[in-house]
C-alpha cells in the first residue's frame, strides 16, 4: 500500500484545514520545499501536493512551489488544485508533477477529463473525487452536486480510471478515523479499481485496516503535523512493505 504524505498549499505555506474550510486553517510549515526534505529523508517516495488557493480560483497558482519540490527532491508528486484547463495540465507537467489530479472537472466537463486521459494516458492523471453522505463535492469543496455518486465512479471506471482517492469530507482534519464503510462499499462494488483512502486517518492502526480492508494508498495530512503519526513509523511500514516484495 502506498503511503502518500499530503501538502496543502494557502499564500505560499504549509496548512490544513479541518472539513475543507477555508476560514478554519492552520499553518504548520512556512515553507514547503523544507517540508518536502522532511518527508524524503525519512523514506516517504510519494507526495500529495494541493493548491488549496487554486481550488477556489479554478486556476493552478502554487506551481513554483511544484516546479522547486521537484526539482530539489525525488518525490514522485500528484499535483491538483484549480486543474480546469489544457494550459493548467501542461503547467503542471511542465513544472515536474509526475501525475494530475483531477477534480472538479471530472464532475462539470467529463469530456476533457475523457480527453486528457486519450493525451497523457490515464497513468498520468489521478483522480480526487471528495464526498459528504455520498454526494460529491467541487470547488474546493464548496458546490455539492445532485450527480449519483455510484453513477460517477462508472462512468469514470468505464472511461479507464483505475485509481483515484476519495475524501469524506465529514472526516477530512478531524483526526477521528477513516471513512472505512464508505471505502468498503466502493472496493466491494469496484474490485478493479484501486482506491486510495483520504481523510481522518489518525494512527498507524487506521493505516493497518484501511490495507486489510484492500486499499491500494493511504494519503496521510494531519497526522502527521499533529505528531500523531511519526515519520519514524512510516518509514518502517515502508521498509516492511518492500521486503513483502
Known amino acids: 500500500m502506498n503511503i502518500i504524505a499530503a501538502i496543502d498549499l494557502i499564500d505560499g505555506k504549509c496548512v490544513r ?4 474550510d477555508y476560514k478554519r486553517k492552520k499553518i ?29 480560483k479554478g486556476k493552478v497558482i502554487h506551481w513554483n512551489i511544484l516546479e522547486k519540490i ?9 499535483f491538483g488544485g484549480g486543474i480546469h484547463t489544457e494550459e493548467d495540465v501542461r503547467i503542471v507537467f511542465e513544472n515536474g508533477g509526475n501525475m494530475v489530479t483531477i477534480g472538479s472537472i471530472a464532475v462539470k466537463n467529463p469530456f476533457l477529463l475523457k480527453k486528457w486521459i486519450q ?14 453522505d455520498y454526494k460529491i463535492a467541487t470547488n474546493g ?5 445532485k450527480i449519483s455518486f455510484w453513477d460517477f465512479l462508472e ?10 482517492f476519495c475524501t469524506d469530507i465529514s472526516k477530512d482534519g478531524n483526526l477521528s478515523g477513516p471513512s472505512l464503510s464508505l471505502y468498503k462499499n466502493i472496493i466491494h462494488r469496484f474490485p478493479n479499481i484501486e482506491l486510495i483512502a483520504s481523510g481522518g486517518i ?25 505528531n500523531k503519526i511519526s515519520l519514524s513509523e512510516l518509514r518502517n511500514w515502508e521498509d516492511g512493505e518492500k521486503k513483502l516484495k
Open 141 to 145: 469543496w464548496t458546490k455539492f452536486h
Open 155 to 164: 462512468e469514470k471506471n468505464f472511461h479507464g480510471i483505475k485509481k483515484f
Open 70 to 78: 521537484a526539482k530539489y527532491t525525488h518525490l514522485i508528486i500528484d
Open 202 to 226: 489518525r494512527n498507524m492502526s487506521d493505516i493497518k485496516i484501511l490495507y486489510d480492508l484492500g486499499c491500494h494508498g493511504v494519503i496521510i495530512g494531519k497526522a502527521i503535523y499533529e
Open 28 to 56: 504548520y510549515n512556512k515553507d514547503p520545499l523544507d517540508m518536502a526534505f522532511l518527508l524524503e529523508d525519512h523514506g516517504i517516495s510519494r507526495l500529495h501536493l494541493v493548491d488549496l488557493d487554486g481550488a477556489k
Open 17 to 20: 484545514l479541518t472539513q475543507g
Open 119 to 132: 493525451i497523457y494516458g490515464k497513468d498520468k492523471i489521478l483522480l480526487g473525487v471528495d464526498v459528504k
